[in-house]
């Protein structure tokens, strides 16, 4: 729909049925796709010394690329502060080969 505005193909009729707010709400939830992603790929510093205080940061390190995504993903999604605590001891349990799953 963006490409149809932006080189002037979209007709009057259609653009009266399509709301223009739409175009920016999807340009800014991919943009905030593309930040969370980003935020994924690297290992924060409070959870480096925290994995490396419970010596699993070898172990982390080793984990295939998607595996530290999820742990990480599933980390950073907490909203709460004690939630976030808890599933940093839940990633450590696993690492630790203790529980085999989220």
Same mark, same amino acid.
């Given at each position: 729909?963006? !490409? /149809?505005? #932006? !080189? *002037?193909?979209?007709? #009057? ?7 223009? %707010? /739409?175009?920016? @709400? =999807?340009? @800014?939830?991919? $943009? +905030?796709?593309? $930040?969370? &992603? #980003? ?8 959870? #480096? $010394?925290?994995?490396? @205080?419970?010596?699993?940061?070898? =172990?982390?390190? @080793?984990? &295939?690329?998607?595996?530290?995504? +999820?742990?990480? *993903?599933?980390?950073?999604? $907490?909203?709460?502060?004690?939630? %976030?605590?808890?599933?940093?001891? &839940?990633?450590? !349990?696993?690492?630790? *080969?203790?529980?085999? +799953?989220?």
């Amino acid at each position: 729909m963006k !490409s /149809l505005i #932006e !080189s *002037g193909k979209m007709t #009057e009729a259609g653009l009266k049925y399509f709301d223009i %707010r /739409l175009i920016h @709400q =999807i340009d @800014q939830l991919k $943009a +905030n796709e593309e $930040a969370y &992603k #980003e935020k994924l790929k690297t290992l924060p510093e409070d959870l #480096e $010394a925290f994995f490396k @205080q419970e010596g699993v940061l070898e =172990i982390f390190h @080793q984990e &295939k690329p998607s595996m530290k995504k +999820n742990y990480l *993903g599933y980390i950073l999604a $907490a909203k709460q502060e004690k939630t %976030r605590i808890r599933r940093c001891f &839940k990633i450590v !349990s696993i690492l630790k *080969g203790e529980k085999n +799953n989220l």
